[in-house]
C-alpha cells in the first residue's frame, strides 16, 4: 500500500489530499471536499496530464513571437518533448487563434494551436 | 475629432473592455475607451498560460484568448477606442487631458469617468535590497512580456524572489524556455500565490520554494553574478549564519501589485490606504461624484473572471449615473473590518441603491483553517459563512442581500470579521 499526498488544484481552495494506492490501483482519495477532488486526486497519480502553454517563432509579422497551446491537455511525460518540438517550428504571418500549428505533438494526437492574432507586418508599419 | 463622450473608460484592459461593453448594454452607447497601448487586452497579452475564464466562460482560456473575447464584444458594439494615447489628466469636473502621436495633445468632456488603469509591479527600489545593481534584474512581469511578446530569454540562471503567481508562472516559463530555474524565496511563511500555481509551476519541475526567506546580497559588477537568501525570522529580520549563495546571472522580483492610481489622486479621490485603489461604495462610485472605478486599479485581484465582474457593475453603475444625471443622496453605512480582514471593496454600502445582492470582496490577514466568516450589524449577524481554508493570497466574497439590510436590522455600520472556531 502506498500513501500520496498531492494538493488538489480544481478550486483556489486548493485541498491537501491523501491518495492510497493499493495494487497499483487508486482505493480511496481523503481530504477532499468535494467530487472534483476525488477526481483530480485519482488522476493526478495514475494519468496526469497538463495543457501546455508556450511561444512559437513568427515570420513576417507585426511581433516576433506568437503564444500556442496544446488544444488539450497532454501526457505530465510528454511536456518536455513537446516544448522541443515547437521550438523548431516557424509560422508565416498573418497568424489567428485556433489556427493548427502542429496537428500532432510528441507523440500524442493532440494538436497544438495559436492563441492570438498576429497580424503580417506592413510596409507602414516599417516606417 | 469628437470631444464629448457620455463615459469615458481609462484603460483597455479586462476591467475597461467589460465596463465599457456594459455601459454600452445599459443604453449609454457613448463610450470611449482610451489605452495607451499599442492594443486592447491589457496584460492579458502576455499572461499565455491557461486558467482564465473558468467562471465567466466555464473554460479554460489564456490570457490573449480571454481578452480577445472581449475585443470581440467590444467591436460588436462598436465601441470607440483611441490606442497609444496616454491620459495625463482628469478633472474633477471630468474633463481629460490626452496625448497621442495623431491628435497632438487634446481633452475630452465626460459625464461619467470609469477608472480601469490596472496595477503595477513594486519594484526593487521598494524592497531595500543590499548589494550592487547589476544588469539581470527584472521585475517579473517585465521577464514575461520579453519572453512572451517580444521573444527574447532575459536570463540563463534565475533566482526569484516572492511567490505571487507571476513569480510562479515565469518560474515556468524560464523553465521551459531552457533556463535553470534554482530556486523561489518567499518573505512570508506561506505562498501569496495560488494552489494550482504552486503544484503546476514548481512541483511539476521539482524548483524549491523556500518560505521565510530573503535576498540579503547581490553580487555581480556589471552582470548578476549571485544572489544570497537567508531565512527570515517572525519580524521578517534575516537569521545570522543562515546565509546560502545561488551563483545565478538573473533576479527576477514577483514581490507584489501596486493599484496604479496616480490619475486618481491628482484627480482628488480618496484613496484607500490599504488597497492603494479609490475609496468606492456599493456602485464602485468613489468619493467624486461619477468617477467609477474597477479592476486592479480598485484593488489587486487574482482572477480576471472577477475583474470582468465587478467591471461590469462599475459600467451598469455608470451608466445609471448618466441617466440619472447625479448621484443619489441617501443614508451611507460605511463597511468595517473586523479581525483578520485587511480591507473590504466597497468600502461604503447605500442601502437604497445595491442590487438585490451585493458582492462585498475582501482579503483576510493570515492563513485560516475552519473558520468563519461574520457579517454584522450592530448587535445583528446579518450573515456567517464557514470556509475551510482562507488566505490572504486569495480573494473572498461575501454576498450581502439587500433585504437583510432592512432599517430594524442594521446599526451604524457593517462589520465583516473572521472568527475561528
New interface residues.
Partial sequence: MEEKKLTCICCPMGCQLQVTIRDGQVEKVEGNTCKRGAEYGKKEVTNPTRIVTTTVRVHGGSLPVVPVKTASDIPKSAVMDCIRQLKEVVVEAPVYIGDVVLTEVAGTKIAVIITKNIEKLCEKQNL | MKTTYDIVVIGGGPAGLAAACAAYDQGIQDVLILERDKELGGIL?QC???GFGLHTFQE?L?G??YA?RYEVEAEKRKISCLLETMVLDISPEKEITALNRKDGLFTIQAKAVILAMGCRERPRGALNIPGYRPAGIYSAGTAQRL?????YLPGREVVILGSGDIGLIMARRMT??GAKVKVVAELMPYSGG???N???CL??FGIPLKLSHTVVDIKGKERVESVTLAQVDENRKPIPGTEEEYACDTLLLSVGLIPENELSDKLGVQLHPVTGGPVVNESLETSIPGIFACGNVLHVH??VDFVSQEATMAGTCAAAYVNAGRTEETEEIPVKCGSGVRYTVPAKIRPACMDETLPVRFRVGQVYQRASIMVRSGDTVLLRKKR??MAPG?METVYIKKDSLSPDNIGNDITISIEEE
Avoid at chain 2, 519572453?147 to 521573444?151: K, Q
Fill in positions: 497579452n499565455i498560460h491557461n479554460e489564456t490573449p484568448e480577445k519572453v512572451n511578446i517580444e521573444g521551459l524556455e495560488l494552489k494550482r504552486i503544484v503546476q512541483d511539476d487574482d482572477l475551510p481554508i486569495e
